[in-house]
């Protein structure tokens, strides 16, 4: 397996400021991650993929200016969300691709108020 | 990209009853996997299963890749069974993990 671990676990933070939620891959050096975004009771949708050393790929919709995406090193992956509104609310997930399985962080639950 | 379908959507069972989830493709998939994501929200890897039968414990797993579909059997269900299950799949040639809507379990004691 892999082991992926996420942080903070939980945010809470106010309209217009920025968070950031980091992502690591503890036991593989992970040249791709995936980043995930679970609204409650639904399912889990792809945002982005990260790519170290390189930009990330967007999915359809999901703005790149508003989702930035650094993956500067092997093992870590941030997902910095900017000028957070409520409707940013959401339960934000990690995953990376190890031979041919994935394996998900945690997850971060992020409130904005 | 593909389409997943799951059924149930939601399920509820006494403890110790079995059960079957069924997950349909809308095109052919070269990667398939099963996760439980608990109430504190991790997914859990069950299986990866593109193709074939396996099992672990009391869960098991077919997919029958030329009718695009997967089943996960869960046997003498258990209160710690109790989450939602996903189903998951990558395109041939693809590289996104599609998810299905998921079957939410309520097993009760």
């Known amino acids: ?113 | 990209g593909i389409q997943v379908e799951q059924s149930p959507p939601d399920l509820i069972l006494q403890e110790g009853a079995n059960s079957t989830l069924r997950c349909n493709f809308s095109d052919s998939v070269n990667n398939l996997q099963w996760f439980h994501q608990n109430p504190w929200g991790q997914l859990i890897n069950l299986f990866y299963i593109p193709s074939g039968t396996k099992q672990n414990g009391r869960l098991s797993a077919t997919t029958v890749a030329t009718e695009r579909y997967s089943l996960l059997y869960i046997s003498s269900s258990q209160t710690t069974d109790s989450g939602v299950y996903f189903c998951a799949g990558i395109k041939a040639a693809g590289n996104k993990l599609t998810f299905g809507g998921g079957t939410r379990v309520l097993v009760k004691p």
Request: proline share 4%; charged share 20%; with cysteine.
């Open chain 1, 1 to 113: 397996g892999a082991v992926v671990s996420q942080h903070p676990s939980r945010v809470i933070c106010k309209s217009g400021t920025s968070v950031k939620i980091e992502c690591r891959s503890l036991d593989f050096q992970a040249t791709t991650m995936f980043w995930y975004r679970q609204f409650p009771k639904k399912s889990l949708m792809l945002m982005a993929t990260s790519n170290e050393g390189s930009k990330a790929t967007y999915e359809q919709g999901v703005e790149k200016d508003k989702f930035l995406i650094n993956h500067a090193s092997l093992t870590l992956s941030t997902l910095t969300v900017t000028s957070a509104h409520p409707e940013d609310s959401s339960f934000y997930i990690c995953s990376i691709k190890r031979e041919r399985e994935q394996y998900f962080g945690p997850g971060t639950r992020l409130t904005v108020t």
